[in-house]
């Protein structure tokens, strides 16, 4: 069974940095892109980037790609996000998914709260 | 970056009618589009990606159609646990995007 598992959310700071983690197990990681997703509360949905299977490419979306990071450790089965600069905006469900361009498989979410 | 327009944005329905939910892309995605399904506090499950192949495990009536810039999701003999907001999901060019959601009720 595939599984992901987001985790490493909460409350911070504005202006603070944060980091994701995402434990996926059920299917050779290895042989995945991996992206996130995030929702701000009661939003739509907002594709945030993605990884490819070494890491040799990594797409952002234009207005994180200064501020978020999106790593992975194959021998740890886990895709990571760093977040750094959050601000009140950056409020929002964080969603890592196995990714063909479309989703596949998504976690359950990691909720992040910026606020002072 | 491609606009979905995504309509209705809300939608009431009684149990068993079919109901459409409309995508409207900015540009040609040439099929590269998926849908979601996203009940209250869950995550979002695919239940139909290049525009009308169905996700292993989802019921059948389930159903996408379209090309261009125009794609349909239809749902056919509406049942309760179809309860949930849909979304639609270009995957033809950075950044990927998505649709502002219909949200479906039952009448």
């Known amino acids: 069974e595939v599984k992901l598992v987001e985790s490493g959310g909460g409350l911070v700071q504005p202006g603070r940095s944060l980091k994701l983690s995402c434990a996926a197990s059920?299917?050779?990681?290895?042989?995945?892109?991996m992206g996130w997703v995030r929702q701000a509360p009661g939003k739509g949905l907002e594709w945030i980037g993605e990884?490819?299977?070494?890491?040799?490419?990594?797409n952002y979306t234009p207005s994180l790609k200064d501020k978020f990071t999106i790593s992975r450790d194959n021998a740890q089965n886990t895709l990571y996000l760093q977040m750094s600069k959050l601000g009140s905006e950056d409020t929002a469900i964080y969603y890592c998914a196995r990714t063909y361009g479309y989703f596949d498989y998504w976690g359950q979410g990691v909720m992040v709260t910026v606020s002072s | 970056d491609i606009r979905m327009t995504q309509s209705p944005a809300s939608l009431s329905a009684s149990l068993g009618e079919t109901v459409n939910i409309e995508c409207l892309a900015s540009e040609d995605i040439y099929s590269d589009l998926a849908w979601y399904q996203q009940k209250p506090g869950k995550s979002p499950q695919l239940l139909i990606y290049?525009?009308?192949s169905l996700q292993n495990g989802v019921p059948s009536r389930f159903s996408g159609s379209g090309s261009g810039t125009q794609y349909s999701l239809k749902i056919n003999s509406l049942q309760s646990e179809d309860v949930a907001t849909y979304f639609c999901q270009q995957y033809n060019n950075y950044p990927l995007t998505f649709g502002s959601g219909t949200k479906l009720e039952i009448k």
């Open positions: 290049n525009a009308n």
């Open positions: 059920g299917f050779n990681f290895n042989d995945y892109w």
């Open positions: 990884i490819n299977k070494d890491s040799s490419t990594i």
